[in-house]
């Protein structure tokens, strides 16, 4: 079976939600195929397998539908696409402006006529058909042919609504002034006024739109297009694209950087806020990473290419942002189940407004302008944006702050934790622990205890073993590699060095190895917040290691927002009780779990889940994956590489826990903008449709407030830009 692929397509042709749902349905017929249309971005997020479909498919799956349109969206192609819409916008503005003012004689009279309680027409009958005509016919032919190709598929949409009742409007109108029926009222302002006022939503609705894409265009265009290439010891500039790895490049001061690469030569201070969020410019040297789209400082930078075009950090961050905007969120469920019946729901209450309208009142005009008023109001539009379009902003926001959100549900369910269990070093801590005591035994001097257990902590990738490594090489001790080493994840190291049979780790490794370990040299570094490294020479104690990883300054502080927020904070540690209960105790943690291996953690996950909490993780994204992958929503912490955005449901970009309670704010916040829209995509139609059954509601006011409904769900969902992170 070949490996699934995916791609992004671009959309035209949607009009309503009902579109998406149809295109989302199309494609997901195709076997091989899973597929999510979002309505807000007009775009197709689909993956597939090769050995059962392929582009060219899934583009000839759209077209068959009859007028949609479906290409490919590419980093590429998104300058065309964004030039098309606008174009599009453009001649929309036109037609509108046309239809306006066909429209606003009719609209005149009717305000005249309403303001002077006269009944007498101040336009000829004829004069308004000719009026009406061009604007039903001709601006309002776009809502005959999806009308059309909707109901050839067996479905309803937005087009189905405005068509039937713009039309049931014009043709009684035509039909009376034709035949000279004087004694009845003509309704030619409200085919023509809805279709407009449509058509100015449809406007207004795209700029919200285009507004609510904002961040990702942003990131995107922070990409620098050109750069300087150092080659044969001169400098050119030459497109971005162009570029491999292994080129050798010049940044200068206040220039961006335009792709991922590692320093070879200069010293600087980089701002990378556009990546993390951290407005404090970061120092680099020879050695250090940089990446696409941040700003140099001062210094001038001499660094190799190290990844390009789609293999950029940045390009990475934009990408799992598009697919995380195209994403479904579990609350779009009931809106997909109220769309399925919406349409052909409200025909039906159209058809009973008529015909007991006529019935009651034996005023044929009154009943037909009342069920053309039910159908002009009930538009699914605001339905279809409502969920989206708040999150498409508050997924983009997060992108802007460094909280990048794999998917919809994440985010969702990120807004329910009760519990937070979160690795203490490199999530709490620094993540660069010191060794801060060096206790040898009796007869066994400092150096030759520290460089015996460096020699054999080479071997070991832990962070303990690095920092004693570390300062064995500050110190200037000469280490040997080890032979026969056997390591235990998470606890310790045996191994041969200078015949010797050494062994490095933490008192319980000690213990399980049969050494024993006097408590009273050892109790004193764990109070303070140490680990113990014990050392041990052919089975005998000959002195303990005290390393400290000292606490982040803002943990306690984060701690304490997540407390406020309700969310209970579990520190899940390999170090034994007492300097776990250490560390919490400086942390501001009731909560910990000791002694708990890297295999452990996703047990301890497991546990609380059974418990019926929601708990969530927050940890490295490598060494704690099963526990991340065991969370009910996962927190990769600062790590901003591609296996950390794989590992968790948010990569956060900084080593910061008040990151996580910046993402728990702003899934609540979304959440909220998403429950707001759908109230007023509700409270529209519970409301007006009721009101325009019972003649309560004019066809023109009707128009303007499903016209209204689509706007003032997009405007809400863009208030939502107002959050900034740490509130």
């Not at 990378?272 to 050695?287: D, H, I, N, R």
């Not at 075009?309 to 779009?332: K, M």
């Not at 996950?605 to 019926?612: D, F, P, S």
């Not at 970009?653 to 509700?682: C, E, H, P």
Request: neutral net charge.
């Amino acid at each position: 079976m070949s490996e699934a692929q995916t791609v992004e397509l671009a959309i035209e042709g949607m009009t309503c939600a009902n579109c998406a749902a149809r295109i989302g349905k199309a494609l997901n017929e195709v076997d091989g195929v899973e597929a999510v249309v979002n309505f807000a971005s007009e775009k197709a997020y689909v993956r597939y397998r090769p050995d059962h479909a392929n582009v060219d498919k899934l583009i000839a799956a759209v077209a068959q539908l009859g007028r949609y349109r479906a290409a490919v969206s590419t980093p590429d192609t998104r300058e065309k696409e964004k030039a098309e819409r606008l174009a599009a916008y453009r001649r929309e503005l036109k037609v509108f402006i046309l239809s306006a003012a066909l429209t606003l004689p009719l609209l005149g009279q009717m305000f005249i006529m309403f303001g002077s309680g006269s009944h007498d027409e101040l336009l000829p009958r004829w004069l308004q058909l000719v009026l009406a005509t061009p604007v039903q016919f001709w601006v309002g032919s776009r809502f005959y042919v999806g009308a059309w190709y909707s109901l050839k598929s067996g479905s309803g949409n937005m087009d189905v609504l405005v068509a039937l009742g713009t039309s049931m409007a014009w043709l009684f109108s035509a039909v009376v002034t034709v035949t000279g029926l004087h004694n009845l009222h003509v309704y030619f302002e409200a085919s023509a006024a809805v279709i407009t006022l449509v058509l100015l939503g449809k406007i207004l609705e795209a700029r919200a739109k285009a507004r609510a894409s904002a961040a990702i265009e942003g990131l995107i265009g922070l990409q620098p297009k050109t750069a300087w290439l150092e080659r044969e010891g001169q400098l050119s500039e030459v497109p971005v694209a162009s570029l491999i790895p292994g080129d050798i490049l010049i940044v200068r001061p206040g220039e961006s950087v335009p792709v991922d690469g590692e320093i070879i030569d200069g010293v600087s201070h980089v701002n990378e806020a556009m990546l993390t969020g951290e407005s404090a410019p970061v120092a680099k040297k020879t050695g250090d990473r940089v990446f696409a789209a941040t700003v140099n400082g001062s210094g001038l930078l001499r660094f190799r290419a190290t990844g390009v075009g789609q293999q950029t950090v940045l390009a990475g961050i934009i990408r799992l942002v598009e697919e995380a905007q195209g994403s479904r969120a579990p609350v779009q469920k009931l809106v997909d189940r109220v769309a399925a019946v919406f349409v052909p729901t409200v025909c039906a209450i159209a058809a009973l407004t008529f015909v007991g309208g006529w019935f009651y009142s034996h005023e044929l005009s009154l009943a037909l302008i009342n069920a053309v008023a039910v159908l002009v109001i009930a538009c699914p539009c605001a339905l279809g944006l409502a969920t989206p379009t708040a999150l498409m902003v508050g997924i983009g926001l997060g992108a802007r702050a460094g909280i990048l959100i794999r998917n919809a549900e994440a985010l969702e369910l990120a807004e329910k934790l009760e519990a937070l269990c979160v690795d203490k070093t490199g999530t709490l801590t620094e993540g660069h622990p010191e060794v801060t005591h060096l206790l040898p035994a009796s007869g066994i001097s400092t150096d030759e205890l520290l460089r015996l257990a460096a020699s054999l902590e080479q071997s070991s990738s832990h962070p303990l073993a690095a920092a004693i490594v570390r300062r064995a090489e500050v110190s200037g001790l000469a280490l040997v590699l080890p032979g026969q080493v056997v390591a235990e994840a998470g606890q310790g190291v045996s191994g041969d060095v200078d015949g010797r049979r050494i062994s490095v780790g933490s008192p319980t490794y000690m213990h399980a190895l049969g050494i024993s370990l006097d408590t009273a040299l050892v109790q004193p570094l764990q109070s303070s917040a140490c680990s113990v490294v014990a050392v041990a020479s052919n089975n005998s104690i000959i002195g303990v290691i005290g390393v400290r990883d000292p606490l982040r300054a803002t943990s306690r502080q984060a701690v304490e927002r997540l407390a406020a927020m309700g969310v209970e904070v579990v520190m899940l540690t390999g170090d034994n009780r007492a300097t776990a209960e250490a560390v919490a105790h400086e942390a501001g943690i009731i909560h910990i779990e000791a002694e708990t291996l890297p295999g452990d953690k996703s047990a301890v996950i497991a546990r609380y889940r059974e418990q019926g909490r929601r708990v969530g993780m927050a940890g490295d994204g490598i060494n704690d994956a099963p526990a991340l992958a065991a969370a009910y929503v996962s927190f990769a912490m600062g790590a901003g590489t591609n296996v950390a955005m794989e590992a968790a449901d948010v990569t956060l970009m900084k080593n910061d826990l008040n990151s996580v309670a910046d993402a728990i704010m702003l899934s609540r916040a979304t959440l909220r903008k998403i429950r707001q829209n759908l109230f007023f995509a509700f409270i529209y139609n519970v409301l007006g449709i009721p009101l325009a059954a019972l003649g309560m509601l004019n066809p023109v006011v009707a128009g303007a407030a499903m016209a209204a409904s689509s706007v003032s769900v997009v405007s809400n969902s863009l208030l939502l830009r107002r959050w900034k992170p740490g509130r």
